[in-house]
Nanobody
C-alpha cells in the first residue's frame, strides 16, 4: 500500500507559478506510474499529467501542455508538478495518484487527500 501526501498549493495571481509536491510512503514508489488530477467546484475530476516509473515518459492534458511539467525523484519518493503561467481556470483541488498508465491517462490505485490551488485574475 502507498500513502500519498500533497503539498505546495496556495493562492496566487494569474501568470504566477507554483510547484506541487507529493510525498509517498513505502518502498514501492518506483513501482508505480504517478500522476496528478484536479477537481474544480461543480466539475468532475480530470486528468492533468502523468509520469512513468523511471520518469522517461510523460503525458499531459491539452489544457496544461506547455505550462505544467511533471517530474519525479525516486530517491526521495516524491513526484512534482511545476505549474507556470497559471490561469484562473486552473483553480481546483489537485490530487496525486499512484497507479499505471491507461492510454495517455493514469488509472489511480492510490490517492492523496488533495491540495487547493486558487488562481485569482
Amino acid at each position: 500500500q502507498v500513502q500519498l501526501v500533497e503539498s505546495g498549493g496556495g493562492l496566487v495571481q494569474a501568470g504566477d507559478s507554483l510547484r506541487l509536491s507529493c510525498a509517498a510512503s513505502g518502498r514501492t514508489f518506483s513501482s508505480y506510474d504517478m500522476g496528478w488530477f484536479r477537481q474544480a467546484p461543480g466539475k468532475e475530476r480530470e486528468f492533468v499529467a502523468a509520469v512513468s516509473r523511471k520518469g522517461s515518459i510523460t503525458s499531459y492534458a491539452d489544457s496544461v501542455k506547455g505550462r505544467f511539467t511533471i517530474s519525479r525523484d525516486n530517491a526521495k519518493n516524491t513526484v512534482y508538478l511545476q505549474m507556470n503561467s497559471l490561469k484562473p481556470e486552473d483553480t481546483a483541488v489537485y490530487y496525486c495518484a499512484a497507479g499505471s498508465f491507461a492510454g495517455l491517462s493514469l488509472r489511480g490505485d492510490y490517492w492523496g487527500q488533495g491540495t487547493q490551488v486558487t488562481v485569482s485574475s
